[in-house]
């Protein structure tokens, strides 16, 4: 299955031909150094932190392929041009096997909901328009779901679980600034896990994020940008006991984005990022906290080039310095690592038809399966996508 799959999207791209303007698919911005280089990144529309942009690219489609619970179709989406520049609009469908909420308590609590079939997305629709003369708004909705109900003999079982999100974002200073805020809140209830009948008592997510382009000359910007998410996640169980997970997520980050030749992108990025997660449970009388964090002094980089007119190559690595103290943990164990991850990728288009890919690491350590014996992908991550706008 997996040899089967990777040739196919080998031979994909062996007859696919990189457009010099269409928005970088995430498979693309991976490959210039983990999907945290979407804040430094120009063309880097990501929907989830910033909507407005998706105004700079109508008439356009597309699918994403990667590793979920299998290698597999995961998303496909399309941009509608309503004319005139007035506005676009993006709806979009995902596999999302992913929940936001109901992770603050025993992790078994959802497992029936989780091992049902379908993932928990729903409804996916973005929205961009200018507002005055060099200003852009957008906003980005997605519903989220699942539950399963039956009054079989030995118990009835009434689980369901649902989120709703809103993403607003404003571009503005002649497109210097981007900005965004959003909102998710979560609920959900079960009574066929591990601890009988189990519901939330408050989840919901709050984020913020900007950056601001500094234009140093034609050819080198500096992008300073920051990120921060305060998500809480409660659990309330039958007889009164209760748990929550609090936590804090920060990030500051000085970008550049250097374009030394024609059809050439070098970025580089150096940051902090802070996370904390506190823990409280009560029940019996009794109650107790405990606190896990993590602080990373952060380095990325990439290197996009053209090879031929019809493929561009790029490869990135991201590393950080960590330290972090685990409470929840037996011994509380303190660490200091440097986690590194090194990426390669490449796009090829032809006419309006443009392929994003993103190489499997174990792929080229292992070689293929007649070779190693070993069935992985040959890439990680494969975003294809069809232009409406060229000629």
Known sequence: MFLRKSLFVALLLAVVVIPATSHATISRVMGLGGEGANYI????????????????????????????????????????????????????????????????????DLAGLDALSGGYSKLNVVYGR????????????????KSYKTNADGGNIDDAYSEYGLKLGLTAMEEKLDASVGFCFGSWNTNDGPNGKVESDGASTISLAGRYWHEVNEDYSLIPNLSVDLHSDGTKYDGGATSKATSTDFKLGLGNNWTPKDNMLAIFELG?????????????????DATDSQMDLYWRLGLESEIFSWLNGRFGAERAWRGAKMETSTGQPETGTNPTFTYLGATAHWNRFIADVLVNPTFIANGPYFISGMGQPLFARASLKIDFSKE
């Open 41 to 108: 990144v120009r063309d880097a529309y990501n929907p989830t932190v910033w909507p407005q942009l998706i105004y700079h690219f109508p008439q356009q489609g597309g699918a994403e392929f990667y590793n979920s619970n299998g290698w597999n179709f995961q998303k496909a989406y399309i941009n509608y041009d309503f004319g005139n520049e007035k506005s676009v609009m993006q709806l979009s469908l995902d596999r999302s096997s992913t929940r936001m909420f109901g992770w603050g308590g025993d992790m078994a």
């Open 130 to 145: 200018p507002m005055g003369e060099d200003m852009l708004f957008g906003a980005a909705i997605k519903l989220g779901g």
């Open 272 to 288: 902090l990022q802070s996370m904390s997660t506190k823990y409280e449970m009560s029940g019996g009388g009794a109650s107790s």
